[in-house]
């Protein structure tokens, strides 16, 4: 049974840092694409950033040069750096991976698909 736990969430000011964490269990984590995504209130859910098993990754233009997503493989564990964060940087965000065995919408985004996700963590900006 894939798992997928996200922590780090929180409040910060515009400016700061946040750094999120994506636990993951039961699932082959080296060998398969990795993202995350974010919904604020009253959007649709957007991709922010990917990474690949060969450690190739992808940004969505509204956060590249200011957000960082990268793996411990040893640890089964995704992480996104977020800094210079903004306002419109609030919302939801969840860990999201691709499994035989989905629980959710299929996302295709910079040639990986996105079907499995965990529950979300809140990150809120505020000016």
């Known amino acids: 049974q894939v798992q997928l736990v996200e922590s780090g969430g929180g409040s910060v000011q515009a400016g700061g840092s946040l750094r999120l964490s994506c636990a993951a269990s039961g699932y082959p984590f080296t060998n398969n694409c990795m993202g995350w995504f974010r919904q604020a209130p009253g959007k649709a859910r957007e991709p922010v950033a990917g990474i690949r098993s060969d450690g190739t990754t992808s940004y969505a233009g509204s956060v590249k040069g200011r957000f960082t997503i990268s793996k411990d493989n040893a640890k089964s564990t995704l992480y996104l750096q977020m800094s210079s964060l903004k306002p419109e940087d609030t919302g939801m965000y969840y860990c999201?991976?691709?499994?035989?065995?989905?629980?959710?919408?299929?996302?295709?985004?910079?040639?990986?698909?996105?079907?499995?996700w965990g529950q979300g963590t809140q990150v809120t900006v505020s000016s």
């Open positions: 999201a991976a691709d499994s035989p065995n989905p629980n959710g919408a299929n996302w295709y985004w910079s040639g990986c698909r996105y079907n499995y």
